[in-house]
């Protein structure tokens, strides 16, 4: 079963792949909001990556 985070270079490389992808099927303005999102799910993953490594940081201290 696939996970649902995937690590910052996954979402590097889903990015690559869909501008390729978007080029051809999108007209401009819809292609925009669409890197748009995709700019800001990367930043969400960037931020639960982030989360993730301060409480197992935060676990590894307690113990």
Do not use: I
Not at 23 to 34: E, G, P
Request: with cysteine; charged share 25%; glycine share 2%.
């Amino acid at each position: 079963m696939p996970t649902c985070l995937s690590s910052v270079s996954d979402g590097e490389s889903q990015t690559s792949w869909v501008s390729k992808l978007t080029k051809s099927y999108y007209q401009d303005d819809q292609q925009a909001k669409l890197m748009h999102l995709q700019a800001e799910v990367d930043s969400l993953l960037q931020q639960l990556e982030n989360l993730k490594r301060q409480r197992l940081a935060d676990t590894d201290q307690k113990e």
